[in-house]
């Protein structure tokens, strides 16, 4: 499969629960970025990872932990989470020093409850 | 920080109407900006960036510094074109996009 695969696409959990969302790139990009989209409000930059190493944390809650562990991987690790994060949260990639646009996944819709 | 603002959250046209999607960015540098679209049921797309200075599916927007505008223009609209639109700018740190909150254009028959 080609472009930018995020998994799952749904995903409905506690306020007490641990999971998380996966991200997978096959386009040999070097960053990678979490997005979250919420209703009516401008796509928030929550992440970014360049060649592995995060460069940007925008703020965010604890309770959101990414991970990366190689250049086509990411991972955005969710525990005791808030109403308030029931959002689309999008994956995209780029080639830093090369075409630089952001090519994006699907998404993920999370519901807290 | 940087900012983009998109001042209508949605624009209803006539199809073969010209249609002008608002973009003001907040940043003192030379910003790159992008327009990104998402059809109905697809995932968010690259429609054109300024430094191409290209038309992509009739459209085109030029970076305008005076007016830190960045106005996506499309002189006659079609059906197709009904989708949601984001600015986005980039400043000096290259990774990091910022995107405004989205302009629904509506294109009716």
């Known amino acids: 499969e080609t472009g930018v695969t995020q998994t799952p696409r749904h995903l409905v959990m506690g306020m007490t629960n641990k999971k998380s969302l996966k991200c997978e790139q096959h386009?040999?990009?070097?960053?990678m970025y979490w997005y979250k989209q919420s209703a009516k409000k401008p796509l928030e930059l929550m992440f970014v990872?360049?060649?592995?190493?995060?460069?940007e944390n925008n703020s965010v809650p604890s309770r959101f932990s990414p991970e990366c562990p190689n250049s086509s991987h990411l991972f955005l690790h969710l525990h005791t989470l808030q109403p308030e994060d029931s959002a689309l949260y999008l994956c995209?990639?780029?080639?830093?020093?090369?075409?630089?646009?952001?090519?994006f996944g699907s998404g993920t819709q999370l519901s807290v409850l | 920080a940087q900012r983009v603002t998109q001042p209508e959250k949605l624009l209803s046209v006539f199809k073969g109407a010209p249609v002008e999607l608002k973009c003001n960015y907040s940043?003192?540098?030379?910003?790159?900006l992008f327009w990104y679209v998402q059809y109905s049921r697809q995932r968010l797309q690259l429609l054109l960036r300024?430094?191409s200075r290209e038309s992509i599916k009739g459209f085109t927007a030029d970076l305008n510094k005076g007016e830190t505008s960045f106005h996506l223009k499309k002189p006659f609209a079609q059906e197709e074109d009904s989708a949601m639109y984001y600015c986005?700018?980039?400043?000096?740190?290259?990774?990091?996009?910022?995107f405004g909150s989205g302009t629904k254009l509506n294109v009716k028959p």
């Open positions: 995209a990639s780029s080639q830093t020093g090369g075409d630089e646009k952001l090519f």
């Open positions: 386009l040999g990009h070097n960053a």
């Open positions: 990872y360049s060649l592995e190493e995060r460069v």
């Open positions: 940043y003192s540098g030379s910003p790159e």
């Open positions: 300024h430094i």
């Open positions: 986005a700018s980039r400043g000096r740190n290259f990774n990091k996009f910022y």
